[in-house]
């Protein structure tokens, strides 16, 4: 991948981003800047459009396999082959009305309106860490798409409000909606509002509010004395301040209200990752994806594991990395791994307050043999609230892209990038529309956004 100049890309000067900083969503924030955007070389930008597609194929084959998983029926075609455990897992530490409003009839078939993976540029190709499907970053990411890209920028805003037309169904064209944003996420509020404003000047009636200030009646939901159509969801399912879910759900069942992403967790979990890998379902995923995108699936996303507490059979091995060469006859024998053989993450996997913002993550190669036990120890005794997965670890690639230091000079920096790009759903499937670079100093190892690190919008030729 690289980062090379290209003249079609605006170069931006020191005094033009000091103005921009200045802007409501850009003030008070304290990343690097740089003079231009991300850019992608063509095979990236094609990899990034087939990995959409094969996204939203993985997340309808993971909706079949959970669904008949909880009802008991077989997986296959031609084998009489029952996964109960599935379910055991995507439900584990979650409450029963929410595992059953997430299987009810009037879930079916429901995806989130945008999905956005997290992905790690390899010496092997791109890594797939992590599947967002509530993303934050999308007005910021718009709006650092028209700074940088003038009149080449993604309309992000735009895709936004087209995918929450089409979860209106028949009442797109007179539904009320509303972005409900809870107060664990207020500091994504001011972008959320800024989408709104865009919104409203396509059409939209759309409001911003908080999930608690949403009053009900009949089943109906009414925020400010409207009844609301749809509502985007900007909370997590496992926020215990957000109270009023349940009558979410009521409203959903009841046909007068549509919430999405949809109240599904099952969706929301890390733990898909490694059911894509588990060897008793290798033949699931060959009968349920087409061979191109499974193929590309199982490249990208690194090998992971479920970090399950429950006793091994005399005999029997547990499906792990191995330790000195040797499989595993307890998860607690990787404590022995050595430093090169713990090139694993350790990360809850959902429904917990811990299992975002990387606040759950340790890089095994960069904790003593001490620290790298008792936190394994830890994921095996919390389980399941919060189930974790163990990832392996690949090492993205150094890369070197031009940003301003603090009084305005400009310098290449050495670092490592995290890629994020943005699907927005669309009747044909889903629509790459933006992307996010996050490009840290090449001795971080968790890359997010920090105060020596630069976002910066990708030029994907879309």
């Not at 898909?272 to 990208?300: F, G, I, M, Q, V």
């Not at 005999?315 to 307890?330: E, H, N, W």
């Amino acid at each position: 991948m690289t980062t090379d100049s290209n003249d079609s890309i605006p170069s931006l000067s020191w005094g033009e981003i000091e103005c921009s900083r200045k802007t409501s969503l850009f003030a008070e924030k304290s990343w690097k800047w740089s003079n231009q955007a991300w850019q992608l070389p063509a095979e990236a930008i094609d990899f990034l459009h087939k990995l959409g597609n094969a996204g939203v194929s993985f997340f309808r084959a993971l909706e079949r396999l959970y669904l008949k998983s909880a009802k008991g029926e077989r997986i296959l075609r031609n084998k009489d082959l029952k996964t109960p455990w599935v379910a055991e897992y995507l439900d584990a530490g979650k409450p029963d009305w929410l595992v059953e409003h997430g299987r009810s009839p009037a879930m079916l078939g429901v995806l989130p309106p945008v999905l956005r993976p997290d992905l790690l540029p390899t010496k092997e190709g791109f890594a797939l860490t992590e599947w967002d499907s509530v993303p934050g970053g999308i007005g910021l990411t718009d709006q650092l798409g028209r700074f940088y890209l003038k009149d080449a920028a993604p309309a992000m805003a735009k895709a936004f409000g087209d995918s929450l037309v089409l979860q209106a169904g028949e009442l797109a064209h007179s539904a009320r909606f509303a972005i409900l944003v809870s107060e664990e996420s207020a500091t994504y509020r001011p972008e959320m509002e800024w989408l709104a404003e865009e919104l409203c000047k396509n059409g939209l009636q759309i409001e911003v509010g908080s999930p608690n200030e949403v009053t009900f009646s009949e089943c109906h939901a009414f925020l400010n004395g409207v009844q609301l159509d749809v509502v985007y969801r900007f909370w997590e399912l496992f926020d215990s301040e957000v109270s009023q879910m349940p009558e979410f759900a009521r409203c959903v069942a009841a046909g007068n209200l549509v919430i999405t992403p949809g109240m599904r967790p099952f969706l929301e979990e890390k733990l898909s990752l490694a059911l894509l890998h588990h060897p008793r379902l290798e033949e699931y995923w060959r009968e349920n994806l087409d061979r191109k995108e499974r193929e590309l699936l199982c490249k990208t996303v690194p090998a992971s594991w479920i970090l399950d507490p429950a006793p091994v059979p005399p005999g029997a091995f547990v499906d792990s990395p191995s330790v000195g060469g040797k499989r595993l006859g307890d998860w607690m024998d990787l404590a022995n791994a050595s430093k090169k053989e713990r090139s694993l993450i350790i990360k809850a996997s959902g429904f917990h307050e811990t299992a975002w913002g990387a606040r759950s993550v340790v890089v095994g190669e960069d904790v003593s043999s001490e620290e790298w036990s008792s936190a394994l120890s830890d994921a095996l005794q919390s389980f399941p609230s919060p189930l974790s997965i163990l990832q392996e670890f690949r090492k993205p690639v150094t890369m070197e892209h031009p940003v301003y230091g603090d009084k305005g000079k400009l310098d290449m920096m050495k670092g490592r990038l995290r890629l994020s790009p943005y699907y927005f759903s669309t009747e044909a499937g889903v629509n790459l529309c933006g992307a996010l670079a996050t490009f840290c100093p090449a001795d971080k190892k968790i890359i997010h956004g920090m105060r020596d690190g630069a976002l910066l919008p990708c030029h994907t030729g879309d």
